[in-house]
């Protein structure tokens, strides 16, 4: 499980702010900071994102 760290708070807070789900927000935020993408069946949820985020659509599953 990866989660962003203490010193994250604000970004972790705007970030929930705009995809409405903690999980969605603590995962994007994990892959940015890695440099990796999220695989989602959800995708909807980042849609609020600059640029729909560092996301990658199961499709059929949205």
Not at 11 to 32: F, K, N, P, Q, W
Request: with cysteine.
């Amino acid at each position: 499980m990866l989660a962003p760290g203490p010193e994250a708070w604000r970004a972790l807070a705007i970030t929930y702010e705009t995809v409405g789900r903690l999980d969605a927000a603590s995962a994007v935020l994990s892959a940015i900071d890695l440099g990796c993408d999220v695989l989602t069946g959800q995708s909807g949820l980042y849609a609020g994102l600059v640029g729909s985020g560092p996301i990658i659509s199961i499709w059929g599953l949205d």
